[in-house]
């Protein structure tokens, strides 16, 4: 079956380490996306990338790095530049820009909490 | 610049209530995409249902319903005999030609279902 899988589920970071969040597709999307969810709150866009080796920041994308050089695969790396990082991270996976007519496919998500 | 508002963070019901949930969106795009993605406990969130600008057709499937009114803006979403496993976080999104793949979600809305 086609899906996104995120990996870990939970994810444990100490103060000042980077930890690398892991995204894989096999929906042949052309486009994928990265959202942080705090705690009673929506979702805000962190990254998204449309193409290959091409990604564009979100709205909260500080504290936040990226690469996309795989159709299939979209890690986030949480820096330590990033302040407050401990929340649910969800990404997401569409159909190519001019299909803006299709909704998302989710992850089961990462939950990051620094300790 | 577009949004989406749901101005009701958490209802409560008892299971067999309906329950309506409401989301109000802005956007000067006249072709968009509207839809809805329910999150429960585990966190993935599940599309619920799509509706473009162009059909106000007002939608039922099982015990779900939708009303989409263009005049004012809203997509409103109605659970009717509600169930416990209805209980999950309610998502609205909007997504136009302007702002290319990107989703807008609203910030959501908590339904919990009490036996």
């Known amino acids: 079956d086609g899906g996104i899988t995120q990996s870990p589920k939970y994810l444990f970071r100490k103060e000042g380490q980077n930890v690398t969040l892991s995204c894989e597709q096999n929906?042949?999307?052309?486009?994928m996306y990265w959202y942080r969810q705090d705690p009673g709150q929506g979702l805000r866009l962190i990254y998204y990338?449309?193409?290959?080796?091409?990604?564009q920041k979100g709205d909260i994308a500080e504290g936040y790095s990226v690469s996309r050089e795989k159709k299939e695969s979209f890690p986030l790396t949480v820096t330590s530049a990033q302040k407050n990082p401990t929340a649910f991270y969800l990404c997401?996976?569409?159909?190519?820009?001019?299909?803006?007519?299709?909704?998302?496919?989710f992850g089961s998500g990462t939950r990051l909490t620094v300790v | 610049a577009q949004k989406v508002t749901q101005a009701q963070t958490e209802i409560s019901v008892v299971e067999k209530e309906d329950v309506t949930l409401d989301c109000v969106y802005e956007?000067?795009?006249?072709?968009?995409?509207l839809f809805w993605y329910k999150q429960p406990p585990s966190g993935e969130l599940v599309f619920l249902i799509r509706?473009?600008?162009?059909?106000?057709q007002n939608e039922i499937s099982g015990r779900y319903s939708w009303n989409f009114q263009k005049s004012t803006s809203s997509f409103n979403f109605t659970i009717t005999a509600s169930q416990v496993v209805d209980s999950a976080v309610y998502f609205c999104?909007?997504?136009?030609?302007?702002?290319?793949?990107?989703?807008?979600f609203g910030g959501g809305t908590r339904v919990l279902v009490k036996p």
């Open positions: 999104a909007l997504r136009t030609k302007a702002a290319g793949n990107k989703l807008t």
């Open positions: 997401a996976s569409s159909r190519k820009d001019r299909d803006y007519n299709y909704g998302y496919t």
């Open positions: 956007t000067r795009d006249t072709t968009y995409y």
């Open positions: 509706r473009n600008s162009f059909d106000e």
């Open positions: 990338s449309q193409i290959v080796n091409d990604f």
């Open positions: 929906l042949n999307h052309d486009a």
